[in-house]
C-alpha cells in the first residue's frame, strides 16, 4: 500500500459538495470544460472542495477530435486558470469516443486523433509550464494509436471487477493496455470513479510540484496555429478542398471555393496541394492579424472565438481568389 495513491473524479453528475477527506484518495480530478466553448458549471466548486481537503488538485477536459486542438486547448485553459495558476495542479485529456459512436471522433481518422491529442496537450503545457499533462483513454483508442507520445501520463479506465475498494485495487496487477505502462488504472465508477496511481504519496505530490508563473493571455492560441488548425479542419471536413470530383451542389456560399477546383481537376489540385495549404495559412493569418489590430486600436480583446472566425474568413477569401484566378486563366486558355 505504501508504493500506490488514490485519486476521485468528478464532474458535473456529482453536482454537490463531495466529502474529500472519507474518500481516502490523495488527488481528486475534476471536469473543467468540454469541446471549443463549454465549461462544467461545477468545477469551481468541485476544486475549492479538493483544495480545501488537502488533495492535490486536478482537471480533465472532455475532447471533441473533429474539433480544432488549440481552440479546445484555449477554451480549457481559460476553465482552469484560476485554480491552477501558481498551485499545484494536474492537467488531463480526456479522450475517448462518445457512447452512440458519432459526434466527437465523426469524421477523424486515428491518425487525425493521435494528431489532435498531440496538439492539446503541447498546447496546455505552454499555457502552464512545469505542471504535468496526460492523457485518460481507453483500451480502443490505445489499441487504434490514439497516444500521441508527448503525454506526462497514462490514465486508464477498466472495469473487469465493479465495487472494488482502494486497498482491492492496489493487490491487483497493474495493468498494460497494448503493452503500455499505465500511470493510473480508473477501476471502478461504482460508487464513484476511483483510480490507483502507481506512486507512492509523497511521490505523487513531489511528482505534481510544479508551480508555474502564467500570462493572462497564455491560452491564447498563435495565428499560426490557428492558420494550421483551420486547414486542417477544412481538409477534414470537405469545406474547401474536397471532395473535388464529385460535387453536390454549384453555391459558391455554402462550399467556398470548391466549385472552382473543380474546372483545375484531381491530379493538378493533388499536385498544387502544399501551395494550396500554403495560401490558406496565409489568408488564416492575415485575417487574424486585421482582426488583432482592430483589437488594439479599440482597445478590445479578441477571443479565441473571434480569432476562429476571422482566420476561417481569411484563408476562404484567400482560396476563393485563386479559384477565380485559375477559372479565369482556364477559360483564357
Same mark, same amino acid.
Given at each position: 500500500?505504501?508504493?500506490?495513491?488514490?485519486?476521485?473524479?468528478?464532474?458535473?453528475?456529482?453536482?454537490?459538495?463531495?466529502?474529500?477527506?472519507?474518500?481516502?484518495?490523495?488527488?481528486?480530478?475534476?471536469? $473543467?470544460?468540454?469541446?471549443?466553448?463549454?465549461?462544467?458549471?461545477?468545477?469551481?466548486?468541485?476544486?475549492?472542495?479538493?483544495?480545501?481537503?488537502?488533495?492535490?488538485?486536478?482537471?480533465?477536459?472532455?475532447?471533441?477530435?473533429?474539433?480544432?486542438?488549440?481552440?479546445? $486547448?484555449?477554451?480549457?485553459?481559460?476553465?482552469?486558470?484560476?485554480?491552477?495558476?501558481?498551485?499545484?495542479?494536474?492537467?488531463?485529456?480526456?479522450?475517448?469516443?462518445?457512447?452512440?459512436?458519432?459526434?466527437?471522433?465523426?469524421?477523424?481518422?486515428?491518425?487525425?486523433?493521435?494528431?489532435?491529442?498531440?496538439?492539446?496537450?503541447?498546447?496546455?503545457?505552454?499555457?502552464?509550464?512545469?505542471?504535468?499533462?496526460?492523457?485518460?483513454?481507453?483500451?480502443?483508442?490505445?489499441?487504434?494509436?490514439?497516444?500521441?507520445?508527448?503525454?506526462?501520463?497514462?490514465?486508464?479506465?477498466?472495469?473487469?471487477?465493479?465495487?472494488?475498494?482502494?486497498?482491492?485495487?492496489?493487490?491487483?496487477?497493474?495493468?498494460?493496455?497494448?503493452?503500455?505502462?499505465?500511470?493510473?488504472?480508473?477501476?471502478?465508477?461504482?460508487?464513484?470513479?476511483?483510480?490507483?496511481?502507481?506512486?507512492?504519496?509523497?511521490?505523487?505530490?513531489?511528482?505534481?510540484?510544479?508551480?508555474?508563473?502564467?500570462?493572462?493571455?497564455?491560452?491564447?492560441?498563435?495565428?499560426?496555429?490557428?492558420?494550421?488548425?483551420?486547414?486542417?479542419?477544412?481538409?477534414?471536413?470537405?469545406?474547401?478542398?474536397?471532395?473535388?470530383?464529385?460535387?453536390?451542389?454549384?453555391?459558391?456560399?455554402?462550399?467556398?471555393?470548391?466549385?472552382?477546383?473543380?474546372?483545375?481537376?484531381?491530379?493538378?489540385?493533388?499536385?498544387?496541394?502544399?501551395?494550396?495549404?500554403?495560401? $490558406?495559412?496565409?489568408?488564416?493569418?492575415?485575417?487574424?492579424?486585421?482582426?488583432?489590430?482592430?483589437?488594439?486600436?479599440?482597445?478590445?480583446?479578441?477571443?479565441?472565438?473571434?480569432?476562429? $472566425?476571422?482566420?476561417?474568413?481569411?484563408?476562404?477569401?484567400?482560396?476563393?481568389?485563386?479559384?477565380?484566378?485559375?477559372?479565369?486563366?482556364?477559360?483564357?486558355?
Amino acid at each position: 500500500m505504501a508504493d500506490v495513491s488514490f485519486a476521485v473524479d468528478v464532474s458535473n453528475n456529482q453536482a454537490s459538495h463531495q466529502p474529500w477527506r472519507s474518500f481516502g484518495a490523495h488527488l481528486g480530478f475534476a471536469k $473543467a470544460s468540454e469541446g471549443q466553448h463549454s465549461h462544467d458549471d461545477w468545477f469551481p466548486r468541485h476544486i475549492a472542495d479538493v483544495k480545501a481537503g488537502g488533495l492535490i488538485p486536478g482537471g480533465y477536459h472532455f475532447a471533441w477530435p473533429n474539433q480544432p486542438a488549440v481552440l479546445e $486547448a484555449a477554451n480549457y485553459a481559460s476553465a482552469v486558470r484560476t485554480a491552477a495558476s501558481n498551485s499545484l495542479f494536474v492537467h488531463a485529456l480526456d479522450l475517448e469516443r462518445y457512447p452512440d459512436g458519432a459526434r466527437n471522433y465523426a469524421g477523424v481518422t486515428s491518425a487525425q486523433v493521435r494528431q489532435y491529442a498531440h496538439d492539446w496537450i503541447a498546447a496546455v503545457k505552454r499555457s502552464f509550464p512545469g505542471q504535468k499533462v496526460g492523457i485518460y483513454t481507453s483500451g480502443d483508442d490505445i489499441a487504434a494509436g490514439h497516444l500521441p507520445g508527448n503525454e506526462d501520463f497514462l490514465w486508464y479506465p477498466a472495469y473487469p471487477v465493479q465495487g472494488r475498494s482502494f486497498a482491492q485495487a492496489a493487490t491487483a496487477a497493474r495493468p498494460a493496455p497494448s503493452g503500455h505502462a499505465v500511470w493510473g488504472w480508473q477501476f471502478a465508477s461504482v460508487p464513484r470513479d476511483q483510480t490507483v496511481i502507481y506512486q507512492s504519496p509523497a511521490a505523487l505530490r513531489a511528482w505534481a510540484g510544479g508551480t508555474p508563473t502564467v500570462q493572462e493571455d497564455d491560452s491564447m492560441p498563435t495565428a499560426a496555429e490557428i492558420a494550421e488548425a483551420v486547414y486542417q479542419r477544412f481538409t477534414q471536413t470537405g469545406a474547401v478542398f474536397g471532395p473535388i470530383d464529385n460535387p453536390t451542389t454549384t453555391d459558391d456560399k455554402t462550399v467556398g471555393p470548391r466549385p472552382l477546383f473543380w474546372e483545375i481537376g484531381k491530379d493538378a489540385f493533388q499536385a498544387n496541394s502544399a501551395s494550396q495549404k500554403g495560401l $490558406a495559412q496565409i489568408g488564416a493569418l492575415l485575417g487574424v492579424v486585421t482582426q488583432l489590430l482592430a483589437a488594439v486600436k479599440d482597445g478590445s480583446v479578441l477571443t479565441p472565438e473571434q480569432a476562429e $472566425a476571422a482566420a476561417v474568413a481569411g484563408a476562404d477569401a484567400a482560396l476563393d481568389k485563386l479559384g477565380q484566378t485559375l477559372s479565369n486563366t482556364l477559360k483564357e486558355n
